[in-house]
């Protein structure tokens, strides 16, 4: 195991998003997540996505009121992450919470066979290298659902029963954990004011210790996610609807 300054990882991740801002960019989608739990509105999250040459950048925006014993306390997050455009590879990702008074700092940098992940609290932390594990690597940080979404844009139009995923879980201690996604069929959902024909996946982990659904457009787009166990459902707005202009007699 490697320990890396914290100041020369933050300096790779600044040098690796100015090559992809460099290049022309093409906006790939955006929009915003409503979160609830139990039905209760907890914020928002809204997402963006663009290509920068040969590199995909998604980036997002937390707000939300997270219940804890003392009340509803605010949480705010900011996520960016570098992915290669054609096969969303991971290559990139960071993002800065701020909640209950503390400011936490996560990062992840992957190389051919290893990668570096960091860990931030008030600007005191540490960079840590690790042997990366075979195949595509997707990462899930708390109330960070585009994330999810990146998950289903890879499976969309493939045709499989079950398949298995490598999954970097941010948290408290940071797990890489075994998960199957599958493949529930075709169920028509409301989205707005009109039924969508949804691409239904189940995604768990091999211990049954999460277990989430969700619903794709058809292409690829996550329109809803949730959670069973606890209550939570998050939902893409959908556009607004053009009304017509009445035609003058």
């Known amino acids: ?26 906006l790939v989608d955006r929009g915003t997540y409503k979160v609830y739990q139990n039905d209760r509105p907890l ?21 939300q009121a997270i219940p804890t014993p003392e009340g509803a306390t605010k949480l705010e997050k900011n996520m960016r992450l570098l992915a290669n455009r054609v096969d969303l590879g991971l290559v990139l990702y960071e993002s800065k919470q701020v909640f209950r008074g503390r400011t936490l700092s996560r990062g992840l940098v992957l ?5 570096v992940s960091y860990r931030e609290v008030d600007g005191s932390g540490e960079g840590v290298g690790l042997v990366l594990p075979p195949g595509r690597l997707f990462v899930l940080d708390p109330q960070v659902f585009v994330l999810f979404d990146l998950i289903g844009r890879t499976l969309y139009d493939r045709a499989f029963e079950s398949r ?31 039924p969508v024909q949804a691409l ?31 209550g939570l459902r998050v939902e893409r707005d959908a556009p607004a609807v053009k009304r017509r202009t009445p035609r003058g007699g």
């Open 164 to 194: 298995p995923i490598t999954v970097m879980l941010l948290a408290e201690r940071d797990s890489v954990l075994d998960a199957t996604v599958t493949n529930l069929g075709n169920e028509t959902i409301r989205w707005g004011a009109k």
């Open 1 to 26: 195991m490697q320990t890396l300054r914290i100041g020369a990882l933050a300096a790779c991740v600044l040098a690796c998003a100015t090559v992809a801002a460099a290049e022309d960019v093409r």
């Open 200 to 230: 239904k996946l189940g995604i768990a982990d091999s211990g049954q210790r999460g277990r989430f659904v969700m619903w794709l457009s058809p292409q690829g787009e996550m329109l809803r996610l949730e959670q069973p166990e606890s």
């Open 43 to 63: 914020g928002a999250e809204t997402f963006g996505m663009e290509e920068h040459g040969d590199t995909l950048l998604v980036t997002s925006q937390v707000f």
């Open 111 to 115: 190389k051919d066979t290893s990668f």
